[in-house]
C-alpha cells in the first residue's frame, strides 16, 4: 500500500516552482508538463516520496497539513535554507523558524506552502 498526499494549489506553476526549487522534488513524468498543467495535477516525486499538486475543487483543502518523516531533520533544514526557504514568515511559530524538540519524542520543522498548506517534517530525538 501506498499513500500519495494531494496538496490543494491555485496556482499550479506558483506551486511546482515551491516544491522542486525550494524542497527538492521532482516531476514524476518528466516530458509531460503541458498536459499535467492541462489536466490540473502535477505529480512530484523525492527518494522514494510521493505527492500531487491539484487545482481541482475535490482534490485537497487549503491550510491542510502533511506530516513528512525524515531521517535527519536538521540536514533536511539546512538544505531547504540553502535552496532559498524563507523562514522570515511566520516569526510567532518557533517550527517554522528552525526544527524544534517536541516534548512528543520528535525534532520537527514546518514549512508552508504560497497557498498556506504546511509540510512538518520530523524525526526522533
Given at each position: 500500500m501506498?499513500?500519495?498526499?494531494?496538496?490543494?494549489?491555485?496556482d499550479?506553476?506558483?506551486?511546482?516552482?515551491?516544491?522542486?526549487?525550494?524542497?527538492?522534488?521532482?516531476?514524476?513524468?518528466?516530458?509531460?508538463?503541458?498536459h499535467?498543467?492541462?489536466?490540473?495535477?502535477?505529480?512530484?516525486?523525492?527518494?522514494?516520496?510521493?505527492?500531487?499538486?491539484?487545482?481541482?475543487?475535490?482534490?485537497?483543502?487549503?491550510?491542510?497539513?502533511?506530516?513528512?518523516?525524515?531521517?535527519?531533520?536538521?540536514?533536511?533544514?539546512?538544505?531547504?535554507?540553502a535552496?532559498?526557504?524563507?523562514?522570515?514568515?511566520?516569526?510567532?511559530?518557533?517550527?517554522?523558524?528552525t526544527?524544534?524538540?517536541?516534548?512528543?519524542?520528535?525534532?520537527?520543522?514546518?514549512v508552508?506552502?504560497?497557498?498556506?498548506?504546511?509540510?512538518?517534517?520530523?524525526?526522533?530525538?
Amino acid at each position: 500500500m501506498k499513500l500519495v498526499p494531494v496538496i490543494k494549489s491555485s496556482d499550479l506553476h506558483r506551486s511546482l516552482l515551491f516544491y522542486t526549487q525550494i524542497l527538492g522534488f521532482n516531476r514524476k513524468w518528466p516530458g509531460y508538463e503541458d498536459h499535467e498543467i492541462a489536466n490540473g495535477v502535477i505529480d512530484l516525486v523525492l527518494e522514494g516520496a510521493e505527492l500531487q499538486l491539484s487545482i481541482h475543487s475535490g482534490d485537497g483543502t487549503f491550510g491542510s497539513l502533511t506530516r513528512v518523516y525524515v531521517e535527519n531533520v536538521d540536514a533536511c533544514f539546512a538544505k531547504f535554507r540553502a535552496n532559498g526557504l524563507d523562514t522570515s514568515q511566520r516569526p510567532e511559530s518557533p517550527v517554522h523558524t528552525t526544527p524544534v524538540n517536541q516534548t512528543w519524542g520528535l525534532r520537527e520543522f514546518a514549512v508552508t506552502d504560497p497557498d498556506g498548506n504546511t509540510l512538518n517534517f520530523c524525526s526522533p530525538i
